[in-house]
C-alpha cells in the first residue's frame, strides 16, 4: 500500500492550494480517507476525511468553509482544496487511509492503517 501526497508549498495569507494523494494497493471508497497535519512542537491532528461507508465528509472546526475533500474513486485520489489560508494552517499534511472506521474514531490517527509521506505547506508573507 502506498499512498503518495504532493501539491504542498509555500503561499501567502490568504491564498489557496490543493493537495492530492495518490492511493496504490487499496481500494479508496473501501476505506475512510482523511487528511491529517502536523505543525512543529504539535501533535497530529485531524484536518478533513470521507467515511468509506457513507461517503460523508468530516471536518475539523477550525477548517470548515474553508477546506474542501473529495475522492476521486477512478482515479484513486483523495484531494484536499484549501482557500483563505492562514498562517496557523502551516504544517506537514499526511493523507491516511483505514479500512471500517467507524465516526467515533475517524479523527483518531491512531485509528487508521496507512499512511502517506507528507507533504509541507507553509503559509506566510
Known amino acids: 500500500v502506498q499512498l503518495q501526497a504532493s501539491g504542498g508549498g509555500l503561499v501567502q495569507p490568504g491564498g489557496s492550494l490543493r493537495l492530492s494523494c495518490a492511493a496504490s494497493?487499496?481500494?479508496?471508497?473501501?476505506?475512510?480517507m482523511s487528511w491529517f497535519r502536523q505543525a512543529p512542537g504539535k501533535e497530529r491532528e485531524f484536518v478533513a476525511g470521507?467515511?468509506?461507508?457513507?461517503?460523508?465528509?468530516y471536518y475539523a472546526d477550525d477548517i470548515k468553509g474553508r477546506f474542501t475533500v473529495s475522492r476521486d474513486n477512478a482515479k484513486s485520489t483523495l484531494d484536499l482544496q484549501m482557500n483563505s489560508l492562514k498562517p496557523e494552517d502551516t504544517a506537514v499534511y499526511y493523507c491516511?487511509?483505514?479500512?471500517?472506521?467507524?465516526?467515533?474514531?475517524?479523527?483518531?490517527?491512531?485509528?487508521?492503517?496507512?499512511w502517506g509521506q507528507g507533504t509541507q505547506v507553509t503559509v506566510s508573507s
Open positions: 491516511a487511509a483505514g479500512p471500517r472506521i467507524i465516526s467515533s474514531t475517524m479523527t483518531s490517527s491512531s485509528a487508521y492503517d496507512y
Open positions: 494497493g487499496i481500494l479508496i471508497n473501501r476505506n475512510t
Open positions: 470521507i467515511k468509506w461507508s457513507n461517503q460523508n465528509t
